[in-house]
């Protein structure tokens, strides 16, 4: 569940005309560009500028569809993924290394990495 800035919490939300509308859901507090921080809220900064133009209206579900080069949106959705991989990479908020580093690392320090992925 999720709660909205007034504390409503909800469970699933209907986000029809996502694109256009990110603006108003942000300023209705329909969906928050930040981060929750104990109890504390920090605005962050949300930007979605590459993945305008699109053919399909209905999202791709993975990363390997979304690329696939058979999709009339594939460039769109690369160029898309690498702004916010670019934008990760900016903000220090990830490392890279290899498998056998991680495990390293985490046998050392007793932490495990916060999985992560793509969602289109």
Same mark, same amino acid.
Do not use: C
């Given at each position: 569940?999720?709660?909205? +800035?007034?504390?409503?919490?909800?469970?699933?939300?209907?986000? /029809?005309? =996502?694109?256009? !509308? =990110?603006?108003?859901?942000?300023?209705?507090?329909?969906? %928050? /560009?930040?981060?929750?921080? &104990?109890?504390? =809220?920090? +605005?962050?900064?949300?930007?979605?500028?590459?993945?305008?133009?699109?053919?399909?209206?209905?999202?791709?579900?993975?990363?390997?569809?979304?690329? !696939?080069? #058979?999709? /009339?949106?594939?460039? %769109?959705?690369?160029?898309?993924?690498?702004?916010?991989? !670019?934008?990760?990479?900016? &903000? !220090?908020?990830?490392?890279?290394?290899?498998?056998?580093?991680?495990? #390293?690392?985490? #046998?050392?320090?007793? #932490?495990?990495?916060? /999985?992560?992925?793509?969602? =289109?």
């Amino acid at each position: 569940a999720h709660r909205r +800035r007034n504390g409503d919490e909800i469970s699933i939300l209907s986000l /029809p005309n =996502f694109l256009q !509308d =990110f603006q108003k859901y942000i300023d209705d507090g329909i969906i %928050i /560009p930040g981060w929750q921080q &104990n109890a504390n =809220f920090r +605005r962050g900064h949300a930007s979605h500028d590459s993945a305008t133009g699109l053919s399909s209206v209905y999202p791709p579900g993975s990363l390997k569809r979304a690329l !696939d080069p #058979r999709s /009339p949106d594939a460039e %769109i959705w690369s160029e898309s993924y690498k702004e916010e991989y !670019d934008g990760i990479v900016l &903000n !220090d908020t990830m490392e890279i290394m290899s498998e056998e580093e991680y495990h #390293r690392w985490s #046998r050392i320090s007793g #932490r495990h990495a916060i /999985p992560s992925m793509a969602v =289109f």
